[in-house]
């Protein structure tokens, strides 16, 4: 969430609130096993505007084997690169090049159910929101939800994963590139 103050005509100072998009990534790697505690995450924007670097120190859902990291403060008119760069020495590894961020919304991200993430639901928006199958096929009674989590091992429209070893590189409708990693 972002803070603006404005005065308005009668003088008064106003504040706006407004969310500001952020990203969050879940890698299949356990925080905890020591060879990772070197290991860093660089999330840059095509403009250059945004550069930040995370760690295993900065999982945001302890204790549950996974990666969990936040990028936040984002602009959705820019495209994302995320880097990989192992803390064992190895060569930087780009986990996903030049992908818009609504794209990674729309297209690259899902919501495991009890991974911490997903947002709270009362028992009578489940109901109502219709069966699993109805989400995953896209049928009339639940429809998609907003996604909001990357994962490591997405299932992608092609049946491809942006981190399975055994398929090679691929160029997205966007331009961007889904590069292929083996945890």
Known sequence: MATVSFQGKSGIQLPVVHQVPALYVRLGIDPSDSKHKKDKFVLTSASGK???????????VPGDGFLDLVFSQLRQSDK?????????????????????FQELLEHYSFV????????????????????????????????????????????????HSPFDPEADSEEDEGGGVIRNLDW
């Not at 945004?50 to 945001?60: E, I, M, P, R």
């Open 80 to 100: 994302y690169t995320l880097e990989y760069h192992p803390g064992d020495g190895g060569g930087p590894q780009k986990l996903f090049e030049n992908i818009p």
């Open 112 to 159: 495991e159910e009890d991974d911490g993430l997903e947002g709270q639901e009362s028992e009578s928006s489940s109901e109502e929101s219709g069966s699993a199958k109805d989400e995953e096929t896209g049928g009339t009674e639940g429809g998609d939800a907003t996604p909001t989590t990357l994962s490591a091992k997405p299932q992608f429209k092609d049946g």
């Open 50 to 60: 945004y550069n930040k670097t995370l760690t295993v120190t900065d999982d945001s």
